[in-house]
């Protein structure tokens, strides 16, 4: 006997025709290889973390990277950052107790007060600094000031002075303002001071009446050390990422954009319009990349307050747009040949369906590996007109014109240059191999090699 | 056939004259746009010098004029003379220092070439193994760091070098002899040798698992045989191929190199020109390097015609 | 993968040995061929920063000379090169005084000059330099097709201007060879300083049958211009080398003790000359901050020298600009510290905080002008400078003071300068500084056509006397391009250029000093100096405020240093 239920129409039964695996996109099948391929998900990894110290950095690392910490400046990562306090720097007119090299009062990285009697026979007095104690060669450091004038014997030291030991020297100048061989040295311990004053304005206490004069302090934090106006290196490698990885990923996805719609707009249409666009095409080819760079970015002009980041972008979109033209261009009149297309096409399919349903996303393996092919060429040329002087203006910082700094100061505060290049490095290695993965896993040649 | 050819050439060269002009206009607009003045210096001039500078260099006038005389004199070869350097015709700079940077162009793709070549050829053999990761690692290094870092640590490592040895085995920088040119043309060559190393590498790799090696091999072909008459020989066909590029990328690329190796190559006249606002020399510079990258790119296809039957003309 | 193909095999590696000596040997013959390519276009020196035996020098210059027609040089480079190739009637001594050149002696009066020209000054070709040669290269000078941008420093001749203007033939020009040995020169006002203005490379003489075989390529190349000075300059690759050879027909024997200068490289990057010093190749290099930590772990014996340059804050008194408020410029100068940004910014040991539009080297009546006239002390009061800004706010009936436009050169010090000025009043004052880094020209277009607030420039004296300082400012100048303009100021310049008693003339300068003080007209910076080390074995090299940047005329090599 029949219940009614048994009536009723059956549930949609899912497995009817048995497809073990799922199915697979062509972008899910991509990923897939992708991810089997170690070094493009390390790199893709790094990017992201590129892009997180980027982006998220700045909300971490709470530091402006424009204030100029003059405490500490060129100072490396992880050194002591105790500082004594004391009063407030009052000026200083020489006055002081007579006597061989002295120092007047105490020694501190605020100023070294230095005091002698005129050495016999001199015609003036040149006052030098060193790190090493003056040796039989006669090297006495660096020279300080010079007075061809004996009744001037005093001198005070604010250069630059970090805490340790100097050995001050004081040599006496011939008639003809020549150094002569008589002279006077001194050992000096320097000692790392800061005034209430400026520990208010730095934000490391409250108020004056926190501390008093004599007390000692903890300056600010560095992890990365600081540059040469004593700016927080960690702060603006964040806010020189932001230039550069903008520069190094807006201008290529511009131009590739530009590249995209300007060949498949020849490609598709063909005919007289596609040799005219393409003949204008190979004209930009033509021209001298790095020279027009150049030349453009001084013809755009920079105003006042600005970065000049945009029109290193617009000279780039201008420039390097017609590769990428190129490539698409040949793409879309192959798949215009594809059965599939013809037969869209015979079914009544409109214009723009075609090409952008059917054409544009079989392109779309090709210009992503393009794209991150040129991000990696893109941050070398910020990198490269840094090096020029054509880059960004101050006080922006971008990893190319840190990186240009610190090669001046490369022996003696090697971090300044290590950071900012080995960001660079990085990256470029990181989108680099992440093209080469990309590449191989949207290659349809090879989508069953597994 | 030949004749074929002829008329080929004929259009290339063409359609190259009319690149030429092409260039020769967007560099006048684009240098005419330039804020500024190449006349200014720092002490400030009288309206009679002034006036007296322009009239000089046919500042006076109307704009369209002015490119219609650029235009004249760039058809009789004629650059004009510098702005900054008033003695000099632009052609003359142009003849002595483009020898300069095509000679350091030159020496780089050789070193570039070669380089590429053997190491790639080098890895493929020892695949997977240390010299294959030691030399990898140092490919990664001439591809991600900036040449500019790359020149500065190779003046210092000179002069390290030097020190130790007590006295100058290279030149650190100048120019003059074979040995100034070693260390900048490797250093300008270092990031298309390690370019080269890889496709070298990659393409040596496709070809051990190809089918014509293993059929050699198993015809009893000895290893070294099979690697010098397959395995090199049609590895080296893609290095060739984008070499015709680079050729001229490098040649025309040679700006940190000289600034750095303070070598009187064009590339850093074109910078302290582009400095100084020097239009004429910014011109014929532009327009000289415009023209002889498209007669390279002419060339390149046409030797590609001969060296790979494959590639047909047009 | 086939597990043979991946192990190296000997025979392969040593196939590929022997292609690699292939490779090599072949790239050995390319190298080998294209030195000799390179060989023309190249410097052609050898034998190091010091060849004792051959008494010759190698040095580096920053950067190659434009041109060598001095009618027509403006920089720096060009003035080095011609001070020891070539001689003017004046020149300076190795400290930087006066004494004679071609001119054996010579009389200023109030309404003109002679000279009384030695017989024996020569050309390098053995022609005689005579008084004619002065006559044809100043008319040239000043005529407008000679188009020479440093013309304006030879009006106070007489009609000099008006030639240059066009509106008088050149032969109008004041100056006359009575014989061939005297110039008779003529005044268009008193110019008491005018022997100080003829040691400069724009009063050089020219021989005119020398210049006419030139054909319109005079100075182009070494053998395109006649030498007169201690040295001659026997090559000239451009851009790369230059060799100066001892003047044989040089009449004097004060000068020129190396037989031989290279100048064996021409680079601007001191990092790279710094490496070629290390390497023994260049006798001497500029040392910056950077540089030196490394200089005394060697143990060199650093040098110092002034630079001649003032560096300062330029306002601009255009009318609608904030800075044209004095109290407001008053805030500028009083809410910073040059000395902290000398010291703490720039790091250089070389340079002087400055105080004043006169460095301290300028000459008074008998000693130094600074110490006859001290400047007013620089006095840094945040809460003052407050005031005052507070004051202009009121002044000028402003709810907030809009962002204020900072003009920049494109060098690494113009970066720093700009970028430390603008977290100074950014903290002490609080007011946004926009800066405006911009390369040389473009610069000085926008400083021609006012568009800036302040901006950060220098002056350098083109002769030694405060005047080439002291009239920057005068209403009339153009390279007063912040357009100052004060009766006072330009009275004051008027008896500065005329005055003929020089007490009276030093009490002028005294006064623009502090004028310019008082009226906040700019924010002094810096006096610019040099850190430099020069090879032991090398004596008697100078660094010049005036005149060329470096003076080896006066050099000797002593045998007995060590390296």
Redesign the interface.
Same mark, same amino acid.
């Given at each position: 006997m029949y219940s009614a239920a048994d009536f009723l129409p059956l549930g949609e039964q899912r497995d009817v025709h048995g497809i073990s695996r799922p199915s697979l996109s062509y972008l899910q099948d991509a990923w897939r290889r992708l991810k089997a391929n170690r070094r493009a998900l390390a790199s893709l990894y790094l990017v992201l973390g590129l892009l997180f110290f980027t982006i998220a950095g700045p909300w971490l690392w709470r530091v402006d990277p424009a204030v100029q910490d003059l405490d500490q400046i060129s100072q490396r990562p992880g050194v002591d950052r105790a500082a004594l306090i004391v009063p407030d720097y009052q000026s200083w007119d020489g006055a002081g107790e007579t006597g061989p090299l002295h120092v007047v009062g105490d020694a501190t990285s605020q100023s070294v007060r230095l005091k002698w009697d005129a050495l016999p026979g001199a015609f003036g007095h040149r006052i030098y600094r060193n790190i090493f104690p003056v040796g039989p060669e006669l090297a006495y450091g660096m020279p300080l000031a010079e007075f061809f004038d004996n009744a001037i014997t005093h001198h005070e030291d604010r250069l630059d002075l970090r805490p340790g030991r100097y050995y001050y020297s004081v040599v006496a100048l011939g008639e003809d303002g020549v150094i002569g061989g008589n002279y006077q040295s001194l050992t000096v311990d320097v000692q790392r001071v800061t005034t209430l004053a400026e520990a208010v304005d730095r934000g490391l206490i409250a108020d004056q009446d926190q501390l008093e004069v004599g007390d000692s302090i903890e300056l600010q934090l560095h992890p990365l050390g600081t540059d040469y106006l004593g700016r927080d290196m960690l702060a603006r490698l964040m806010a020189g990422a932001r230039v550069s990885l903008f520069i190094g990923i807006v201008a290529p996805a511009l131009f590739v954009l530009f590249g995209v719609v300007f060949g498949a707009t020849a490609g598709f249409i063909g005919g007289r319009v596609d040799q005219f666009m393409m003949r204008f095409a190979d004209f930009v080819v033509a021209l001298p990349f790095l020279l027009f760079m150049i030349l453009f970015k001084i013809a755009f002009g920079i105003g006042p307050g600005e970065s000049g980041v945009m029109p290193m972008l617009v000279a780039m979109v201008v420039l390097l747009w017609p590769a990428t033209a190129r490539l698409v261009r040949g793409q879309i009149l192959q798949l215009r040949e594809q059965a599939y297309v013809q037969a869209s096409q015979l079914l009544g399919a409109r214009t723009n369906y075609l090409v952008l349903r059917h054409m544009l996303p079989n392109t779309f393996g090709v210009v992503l590996v393009t794209l991150t092919f040129e991000i990696p060429k893109a941050i070398f040329v910020e990198a490269f007109l840094s090096f020029i002087g054509m880059g960004v203006a101050p006080p922006t910082p971008s990893w190319g014109s840190m990186s240009n700094e610190g090669i001046a100061t490369m022996l003696t505060t090697p971090h300044e240059l290590i950071f900012p290049a080995l960001l660079i490095s990085m990256t470029v290695l990181a989108f680099n191999l992440l093209g080469d993965g990309l590449r191989d896993a949207l290659d349809a040649r090879m989508r069953n090699s597994g | 056939m030949r004749q074929g050819m002829a008329w080929y050439v004929c259009k290339r060269l063409i359609q190259g004259v009319v690149t030429v002009w092409f260039i020769a206009t967007a560099t006048f607009f684009a240098m005419h746009n330039v804020p500024g003045d190449p006349l200014l210096n720092d002490r400030a001039m009288t309206p009679a010098i002034r006036a007296n500078l322009e009239a000089r260099y046919g500042l006076d006038q109307p704009l369209f004029n002015q490119y219609l005389i650029y235009l004249g004199n760039l058809a009789r070869g004629d650059f004009g003379i510098s702005f900054t350097q008033e003695n000099r015709q632009v052609n003359d700079i142009i003849r002595e220092h483009f020898p300069v940077s095509a000679t350091l162009g030159i020496l780089a793709v050789l070193f570039a070439a070669a380089g590429g070549v053997l190491w790639g050829a080098l890895t493929a053999l020892y695949r997977n193994r240390m010299p294959d990761y030691i030399i990898m690692f140092l490919v990664i290094l001439g591809i991600s760091v900036p040449s500019f870092v790359v020149a500065a640590l190779s003046q210092l490592g000179l002069v390290t070098l030097n020190n130790l040895a007590g006295r100058s085995l290279l030149p650190v920088a100048g120019w003059g002899s074979v040995f100034h040119m070693l260390t900048p043309a490797l250093v300008l060559g270092l990031s298309t040798m390690a370019y080269l190393t890889r496709l070298m590498r990659s393409s040596m790799l496709e070809i051990i698992d190809s089918d014509f090696v293993r059929t050699a091999r198993s015809k009893g072909v000895p290893p070294a045989l099979i690697f010098s008459r397959h395995q090199l020989r049609n590895a080296i066909l893609p290095v060739v191929t984008v070499l015709g590029p680079q050729i001229a990328v490098i040649t025309t690329g040679g700006f940190v190199v000289e600034l750095v190796f303070a070598i009187p190559g064009l590339g850093r006249f074109f910078v302290e020109a582009v400095q100084q606002l020097d239009y004429t020399v910014i011109m014929g510079t532009t327009v000289f390097y415009g023209a002889f990258l498209v007669l390279m790119v002419i060339v390149v296809d046409l030797l590609y015609g001969f060296i790979d039957p494959r590639v047909r003309l047009q | 993968?086939?597990d043979?193909?991946?192990r190296?095999?000997f025979?392969?590696?040593?196939? !590929?040995g022997l292609?690699?000596l292939y490779?090599?040997s072949?790239?050995v013959a $390319?190298?080998?061929l294209?030195?000799i390519?390179?060989?023309s276009?190249?410097?052609?020196?050898t034998g190091?920063a010091i060849d004792a035996d051959g008494k010759a020098i190698t040095i $580096?210059l920053r950067?190659?000379p434009?041109?060598l027609?001095y009618s027509?040089a403006?920089d720096s480079s060009s003035f080095t090169v011609l001070f020891h190739n070539m001689e003017g009637l004046l020149t300076y001594d190795d400290?930087m005084a006066l004494i004679p050149g071609v001119a054996e002696r010579y009389e200023i009066r109030e309404d003109g000059a002679t000279f009384w020209l030695r017989e024996d000054a020569r050309w390098s070709n053995g022609e005689p330099v005579t008084a004619h040669d002065f006559v044809f290269a100043w008319r040239r000078v000043q005529d407008?097709?000679?188009?020479?941008?440093?013309?304006?420093i030879m009006y106070p001749v007489k009609n000099a201007?008006a030639i240059?203007?066009?509106d008088l033939p050149r032969e109008a020009l004041g100056v006359r060879a009575v014989s061939d040995h005297i110039l008779e020169v003529e005044f268009e006002q008193p110019t008491p300083y005018f022997d100080k203005l003829v040691a400069f490379v724009t009063f050089y003489p020219i021989n005119e049958a020398f210049f006419e075989s030139t054909d319109?390529?005079?100075?182009?190349d070494a053998d395109?211009l006649l030498y007169n000075g201690p040295y001659r300059m026997t090559e000239w690759?451009?851009?790369?080398?230059m060799r100066w050879e001892r003047n044989p027909d040089y009449w004097g024997d004060h000068k020129g003790f190396i037989d031989t200068i290279n100048v064996?490289?021409?680079?601007?990057?001191?990092?790279?000359r710094l490496?070629?010093f290390?390497?023994?190749?260049i006798a001497d290099t500029q040392l910056?901050? *950077?540089?030196?930590?490394?200089?005394?772990?060697r143990?060199?014996?650093?040098?110092?020298s002034m630079d001649g340059t003032v560096f300062f804050l330029q306002l601009n008194f255009r009318e609608g600009r904030l800075t044209a408020n004095r109290n407001f410029r008053k805030a500028l100068l009083l809410a910073q510290d040059p000395?902290?940004f000398v010291?703490?910014?720039l790091?250089e040991?070389?340079y002087m905080p400055a105080v004043s539009l006169f460095p301290f080297w300028i000459r008074g009546v008998d000693s130094y002008f600074r110490q006859e006239h001290p400047p007013m002390p620089h006095e840094y009061n945040v809460a003052k400078a407050r005031e005052h800004l507070e004051a202009a706010r009121q002044e000028l009936g402003l709810e907030e003071f809009p962002?204020i436009? !900072?003009?920049?050169d494109?060098?690494?010090i113009g970066?720093?300068s700009?970028?430390?000025y *603008?977290?100074v009043y950014a903290?002490n004052l609080g007011l946004e500084l926009?800066?405006?880094?911009?390369?040389?020209?473009?610069r000085?277009?926008?400083m021609?056509a006012g568009d800036f607030d302040i901006v950060v420039s220098g002056w350098g004296p083109?002769y030694d006397d405060a005047l080439t300082f002291g009239d920057l400012f005068s209403s009339w100048?153009?390279?007063n391009?912040g357009r100052y303009s004060s009766p006072e100021m330009d009275a004051l310049v008027r008896i500065a250029q005329s005055e003929l008693d020089p007490v009276a003339r030093m009490e002028a300068f005294g006064k623009i000093q502090d004028l310019v003080h008082d009226d906040v007209v700019i924010v002094p910076m810096y006096e610019r100096g040099w850190?430099y080390v020069v090879d032991p074995r090398l004596k008697g090299f100078k660094r010049r405020a005036v005149g060329p940047e470096v003076d080896y005329t006066y050099a000797w090599i002593d045998e007995q240093a060590t390296d």
């Amino acid at each position: 006997m029949y219940s009614a239920a048994d009536f009723l129409p059956l549930g949609e039964q899912r497995d009817v025709h048995g497809i073990s695996r799922p199915s697979l996109s062509y972008l899910q099948d991509a990923w897939r290889r992708l991810k089997a391929n170690r070094r493009a998900l390390a790199s893709l990894y790094l990017v992201l973390g590129l892009l997180f110290f980027t982006i998220a950095g700045p909300w971490l690392w709470r530091v402006d990277p424009a204030v100029q910490d003059l405490d500490q400046i060129s100072q490396r990562p992880g050194v002591d950052r105790a500082a004594l306090i004391v009063p407030d720097y009052q000026s200083w007119d020489g006055a002081g107790e007579t006597g061989p090299l002295h120092v007047v009062g105490d020694a501190t990285s605020q100023s070294v007060r230095l005091k002698w009697d005129a050495l016999p026979g001199a015609f003036g007095h040149r006052i030098y600094r060193n790190i090493f104690p003056v040796g039989p060669e006669l090297a006495y450091g660096m020279p300080l000031a010079e007075f061809f004038d004996n009744a001037i014997t005093h001198h005070e030291d604010r250069l630059d002075l970090r805490p340790g030991r100097y050995y001050y020297s004081v040599v006496a100048l011939g008639e003809d303002g020549v150094i002569g061989g008589n002279y006077q040295s001194l050992t000096v311990d320097v000692q790392r001071v800061t005034t209430l004053a400026e520990a208010v304005d730095r934000g490391l206490i409250a108020d004056q009446d926190q501390l008093e004069v004599g007390d000692s302090i903890e300056l600010q934090l560095h992890p990365l050390g600081t540059d040469y106006l004593g700016r927080d290196m960690l702060a603006r490698l964040m806010a020189g990422a932001r230039v550069s990885l903008f520069i190094g990923i807006v201008a290529p996805a511009l131009f590739v954009l530009f590249g995209v719609v300007f060949g498949a707009t020849a490609g598709f249409i063909g005919g007289r319009v596609d040799q005219f666009m393409m003949r204008f095409a190979d004209f930009v080819v033509a021209l001298p990349f790095l020279l027009f760079m150049i030349l453009f970015k001084i013809a755009f002009g920079i105003g006042p307050g600005e970065s000049g980041v945009m029109p290193m972008l617009v000279a780039m979109v201008v420039l390097l747009w017609p590769a990428t033209a190129r490539l698409v261009r040949g793409q879309i009149l192959q798949l215009r040949e594809q059965a599939y297309v013809q037969a869209s096409q015979l079914l009544g399919a409109r214009t723009n369906y075609l090409v952008l349903r059917h054409m544009l996303p079989n392109t779309f393996g090709v210009v992503l590996v393009t794209l991150t092919f040129e991000i990696p060429k893109a941050i070398f040329v910020e990198a490269f007109l840094s090096f020029i002087g054509m880059g960004v203006a101050p006080p922006t910082p971008s990893w190319g014109s840190m990186s240009n700094e610190g090669i001046a100061t490369m022996l003696t505060t090697p971090h300044e240059l290590i950071f900012p290049a080995l960001l660079i490095s990085m990256t470029v290695l990181a989108f680099n191999l992440l093209g080469d993965g990309l590449r191989d896993a949207l290659d349809a040649r090879m989508r069953n090699s597994g | 056939m030949r004749q074929g050819m002829a008329w080929y050439v004929c259009k290339r060269l063409i359609q190259g004259v009319v690149t030429v002009w092409f260039i020769a206009t967007a560099t006048f607009f684009a240098m005419h746009n330039v804020p500024g003045d190449p006349l200014l210096n720092d002490r400030a001039m009288t309206p009679a010098i002034r006036a007296n500078l322009e009239a000089r260099y046919g500042l006076d006038q109307p704009l369209f004029n002015q490119y219609l005389i650029y235009l004249g004199n760039l058809a009789r070869g004629d650059f004009g003379i510098s702005f900054t350097q008033e003695n000099r015709q632009v052609n003359d700079i142009i003849r002595e220092h483009f020898p300069v940077s095509a000679t350091l162009g030159i020496l780089a793709v050789l070193f570039a070439a070669a380089g590429g070549v053997l190491w790639g050829a080098l890895t493929a053999l020892y695949r997977n193994r240390m010299p294959d990761y030691i030399i990898m690692f140092l490919v990664i290094l001439g591809i991600s760091v900036p040449s500019f870092v790359v020149a500065a640590l190779s003046q210092l490592g000179l002069v390290t070098l030097n020190n130790l040895a007590g006295r100058s085995l290279l030149p650190v920088a100048g120019w003059g002899s074979v040995f100034h040119m070693l260390t900048p043309a490797l250093v300008l060559g270092l990031s298309t040798m390690a370019y080269l190393t890889r496709l070298m590498r990659s393409s040596m790799l496709e070809i051990i698992d190809s089918d014509f090696v293993r059929t050699a091999r198993s015809k009893g072909v000895p290893p070294a045989l099979i690697f010098s008459r397959h395995q090199l020989r049609n590895a080296i066909l893609p290095v060739v191929t984008v070499l015709g590029p680079q050729i001229a990328v490098i040649t025309t690329g040679g700006f940190v190199v000289e600034l750095v190796f303070a070598i009187p190559g064009l590339g850093r006249f074109f910078v302290e020109a582009v400095q100084q606002l020097d239009y004429t020399v910014i011109m014929g510079t532009t327009v000289f390097y415009g023209a002889f990258l498209v007669l390279m790119v002419i060339v390149v296809d046409l030797l590609y015609g001969f060296i790979d039957p494959r590639v047909r003309l047009q | 993968m086939n597990d043979r193909a991946s192990r190296a095999n000997f025979s392969e590696l040593r196939q !590929l040995g022997l292609y690699a000596l292939y490779v090599v040997s072949g790239l050995v013959a $390319a190298v080998w061929l294209l030195g000799i390519a390179a060989n023309s276009t190249g410097s052609t020196v050898t034998g190091g920063a010091i060849d004792a035996d051959g008494k010759a020098i190698t040095i $580096a210059l920053r950067t190659e000379p434009p041109q060598l027609d001095y009618s027509r040089a403006t920089d720096s480079s060009s003035f080095t090169v011609l001070f020891h190739n070539m001689e003017g009637l004046l020149t300076y001594d190795d400290n930087m005084a006066l004494i004679p050149g071609v001119a054996e002696r010579y009389e200023i009066r109030e309404d003109g000059a002679t000279f009384w020209l030695r017989e024996d000054a020569r050309w390098s070709n053995g022609e005689p330099v005579t008084a004619h040669d002065f006559v044809f290269a100043w008319r040239r000078v000043q005529d407008p097709a000679t188009a020479s941008a440093y013309a304006f420093i030879m009006y106070p001749v007489k009609n000099a201007e008006a030639i240059n203007r066009g509106d008088l033939p050149r032969e109008a020009l004041g100056v006359r060879a009575v014989s061939d040995h005297i110039l008779e020169v003529e005044f268009e006002q008193p110019t008491p300083y005018f022997d100080k203005l003829v040691a400069f490379v724009t009063f050089y003489p020219i021989n005119e049958a020398f210049f006419e075989s030139t054909d319109g390529r005079f100075g182009a190349d070494a053998d395109m211009l006649l030498y007169n000075g201690p040295y001659r300059m026997t090559e000239w690759v451009h851009s790369a080398s230059m060799r100066w050879e001892r003047n044989p027909d040089y009449w004097g024997d004060h000068k020129g003790f190396i037989d031989t200068i290279n100048v064996g490289y021409i680079t601007q990057d001191v990092n790279s000359r710094l490496n070629l010093f290390k390497d023994g190749q260049i006798a001497d290099t500029q040392l910056v901050p *950077q540089m030196l930590g490394e200089a005394m772990e060697r143990r060199w014996q650093i040098d110092r020298s002034m630079d001649g340059t003032v560096f300062f804050l330029q306002l601009n008194f255009r009318e609608g600009r904030l800075t044209a408020n004095r109290n407001f410029r008053k805030a500028l100068l009083l809410a910073q510290d040059p000395v902290e940004f000398v010291y703490k910014a720039l790091k250089e040991p070389s340079y002087m905080p400055a105080v004043s539009l006169f460095p301290f080297w300028i000459r008074g009546v008998d000693s130094y002008f600074r110490q006859e006239h001290p400047p007013m002390p620089h006095e840094y009061n945040v809460a003052k400078a407050r005031e005052h800004l507070e004051a202009a706010r009121q002044e000028l009936g402003l709810e907030e003071f809009p962002p204020i436009h !900072l003009l920049a050169d494109d060098s690494p010090i113009g970066a720093v300068s700009s970028e430390y000025y *603008q977290a100074v009043y950014a903290r002490n004052l609080g007011l946004e500084l926009r800066i405006d880094k911009q390369i040389f020209k473009q610069r000085l277009a926008k400083m021609d056509a006012g568009d800036f607030d302040i901006v950060v420039s220098g002056w350098g004296p083109d002769y030694d006397d405060a005047l080439t300082f002291g009239d920057l400012f005068s209403s009339w100048n153009l390279n007063n391009r912040g357009r100052y303009s004060s009766p006072e100021m330009d009275a004051l310049v008027r008896i500065a250029q005329s005055e003929l008693d020089p007490v009276a003339r030093m009490e002028a300068f005294g006064k623009i000093q502090d004028l310019v003080h008082d009226d906040v007209v700019i924010v002094p910076m810096y006096e610019r100096g040099w850190s430099y080390v020069v090879d032991p074995r090398l004596k008697g090299f100078k660094r010049r405020a005036v005149g060329p940047e470096v003076d080896y005329t006066y050099a000797w090599i002593d045998e007995q240093a060590t390296d």
